[in-house]
């Protein structure tokens, strides 16, 4: 199971643009990632639209599919192999095994610098809320160990970054929303990923 878990690296989650929680400078939220993912798939035929629109023909299917693609094979894709990884999180704590998952968030470069870092925060915060949440709160024992029955424990590393680890090719014009927002290649930097799994 261990070599499973670690096969699952780098395991990256997406964000809509500027999710959770727009236009703060806060580093925490309240929303767990399964909310959010949830409300971005719900978005699935605006993106279809607005990175097709004035194209024609075959240009415009390609950029239908490209959106389509990009909703199955990285965001619904992600948080299937997410589920994955957390059903044998589970099992290797409840046999007492101590884990260290070190979680990287990342932001497009549509913001400063100073507001994308904090965004970052706030998408690996999403995370953790969301670990904390998970079946029924399984993973709270070892997240919080005030239980001294409990020896082993859940370890979360968290490395925040904004644009300054956006791809330089990304557009960060918001007169250019189809590029900058809507694009797969925009979408594609806004994630967290578990970038390392240890065992301790």
Do not use: W
Request: charge should be positive.
């Amino acid at each position: 199971m261990k070599t499973d878990l670690k096969l699952m690296v780098p395991l990256t989650l997406y964000y809509d643009n500027d999710e959770p929680n727009p236009k703060t400078l806060d580093t925490v939220t309240d929303l767990d990632y399964l909310t959010t993912y949830n409300a971005y798939l719900q978005r699935i035929n605006e993106y279809k639209k607005i990175f097709s629109k004035g194209k024609k023909g075959e240009e415009k299917q390609q950029a239908i599919i490209a959106i389509e693609d990009f909703f199955q094979d990285s965001i619904i894709a992600g948080y299937e192999q997410f589920q994955k990884g957390l059903h044998i999180m589970q099992q290797l704590l409840e046999q007492g095994q101590s884990i260290q998952i070190t979680i990287k968030g990342f932001a497009s470069p549509l913001n400063k610098s100073e507001y994308n870092t904090n965004l970052s925060k706030r998408r690996i915060n999403c995370v953790e809320n969301y670990l904390r949440k998970y079946n029924n709160g399984v993973f709270l024992p070892y997240l919080d160990t005030v239980d001294s029955k409990i020896k082993n424990k859940l370890y979360i590393i968290k490395n925040a970054f904004g644009e300054t680890k956006a791809a330089a090719n990304i557009s960060d014009k918001r007169s250019d929303l189809r590029n900058s927002v809507y694009s797969p290649e925009a979408a594609k930097e806004r994630k967290v990923q578990i970038i390392g799994i240890n065992f301790k």
